[in-house]
């Protein structure tokens, strides 16, 4: 059995908390052929890196995500090819991630309509959140067998078409601020109730991959967002019925398309 001697790095992170930071870090990573394996613990927030040589060019490309990233430890390491991590699963992963592309973009599809029908800015929003989820898993699934090339044009472009669309809702918003809307609680409370019932139902399909080499060891963790974000909705559509006010609605329209933009932008500088 080869045994080789390489340094092992833990990376401290502590805005990697979805596994769609994992993509965009993987992607960013997938250039250096020194490195021998990843290891990811979102829990923790932090990244294993089995490499090669130096770490400093590591933590500089780390560094450029604005994710926090430092280097918490780093030591040599006798490792045999039988311990490299390689072992996951394709077929499987690809297998998730289109029955997410399917859930996600029909949730999207689904409060975008009844967002415009309800005049809801903060349905029209969380459907904007879902289209960036089935954006990275798009992203993640194309990537498969690409060279580094196509998969930060692909990253570009979904950062692109999020960025358009987060602004786009904004100005929206601004203009229902100025001249007013008139949102259905009933409609935000129920579709928001069936987006929180489809985010779990998530979770517990990728509680049976935690041990994946993507994703879906901590899809939890990204989809909590999700839940959070539909449970704002949900409080203010209740605070639409008894205030009889559009301000909880606006409010939180703006709050989920700014996390939406946010992500876009982390994406964007990822594909430079």
């Keep these: 059995m080869k045994v080789s001697l390489l340094t092992k ?3 401290s992170i502590p805005r990697m908390d979805c596994p769609s930071e994992e993509q965009i870090i993987r992607i960013k990573l997938a250039e250096f ?20 040589g ?19 430890s780093s030591f040599e390491v006798e490792n045999s090819d039988s311990m490299l991590n390689s072992a996951s699963d394709p077929k499987a992963e690809a297998k998730i991630l289109k029955l997410l592309i399917a859930i996600n973009g029909g949730m999207f599809f689904i409060e975008l309509v009844t967002g415009i029908m309800a005049e809801s800015m903060g349905l029209i929003s969380d459907s904007l959140d879902m289209l960036a989820d089935t954006g990275v898993y798009g992203i993640s699934l194309y990537a498969v067998g690409k060279t580094i090339r196509e998969k930060k044009k692909s990253a570009q472009m979904n950062g692109f078409f999020q960025m358009i669309l987060g602004f ?10 100025i001249f007013g809307s008139d949102p259905e609680p009933r409609y935000m409370i129920l579709i928001s109730l069936l987006a929180l019932a489809a985010n779990v139902y998530c979770l517990i399909l990728l509680s049976k991959h935690k041990k994946g080499d993507v994703h879906m060891r901590a899809s939890y963790i990204c989809s909590s967002t999700d839940v959070m974000a539909n449970i704002g909705v949900v409080l203010a559509g209740v605070a639409v019925f ?10 939180i329209g703006i709050v989920v398309t700014g996390i939406v933009l946010q992500g876009a932008y982390r994406i964007l500088k990822l594909a430079r």
């Design 9 to 11: 790095t833990i990376f």
């Design 33 to 52: 052929n020194c490195i021998k394996s990843l290891d990811f613990n979102i829990p923790a927030r932090e990244l294993s890196i089995l490499h090669e």
């Design 54 to 72: 130096s770490n400093n060019d590591l933590l500089e490309a780390l560094v450029t995500l604005n994710y926090g990233a430092r280097i918490s």
């Design 168 to 177: 786009g809702i904004i100005a929206e918003t601004i203009r229902r601020f």
């Design 242 to 251: 008894l205030t009889a006010s559009r301000y909880p609605d606006l409010i």
